[in-house]
Nanobody
C-alpha cells in the first residue's frame, strides 16, 4: 500500500550536476530512514546515501563531498543532489524507505522503481 515514486535523472556531462527525488505515498507508518542505492550494469547494488527523520546522514566514501541527501518530512520525500559527477556515477538509482507495518511488529523496506543517471560527454 506504500509506493515510492522517483523523478529526475537523465544525462549529464562529467563535472555537471543532477538531482533525483523520491516521494512516498500510501499507508505510511514508522518512516525513519530513507536513502538511495545505485546499481551500475554488471555490478552489485551499493548504498549511496541515507538520512533519518531527524536529519542524520551517511554517505558512501565514493560520493562524500559531492552528493548531498536531504528530505522533507512533511512531504515524505527524499532528494539527492549530485555534484561534480563522474562517469563511474552512471547507474540506476533506487530510492528506499524503511517502514513499519501497520501492526507495529515488524519493519520492512520499500523500493522505488529506479531512475537512470548517465554521466557522459
Amino acid at each position: 500500500q506504500v509506493q515510492l515514486v522517483e523523478s529526475g535523472g537523465g544525462l549529464v556531462q562529467p563535472g555537471g550536476s543532477l538531482s533525483v527525488s523520491c516521494a512516498a505515498s500510501g499507508s505510511i507508518f514508522g518512516l525513519n530512514v530513507m536513502g538511495w542505492y545505485r546499481q551500475a550494469s554488471g555490478t552489485q547494488r551499493e548504498l549511496v546515501a541515507t538520512i533519518t527523520s531527524g536529519g542524520n546522514t551517511g554517505y558512501a566514501d565514493s560520493v562524500k563531498g559531492r552528493f548531498t541527501i536531504s528530505r522533507d518530512n512533511a512531504k515524505n520525500t527524499v532528494h539527492l543532489q549530485m555534484n561534480n559527477l563522474k562517469a563511474e556515477d552512471t547507474a540506476v538509482y533506487y530510492c528506499y524507505a524503511n517502514l513499519r507495518s501497520p501492526g507495529g511488529s515488524s519493519d520492512y523496506t520499500q523500493w522505488g522503481q529506479g531512475t537512470q543517471v548517465t554521466v557522459s560527454s
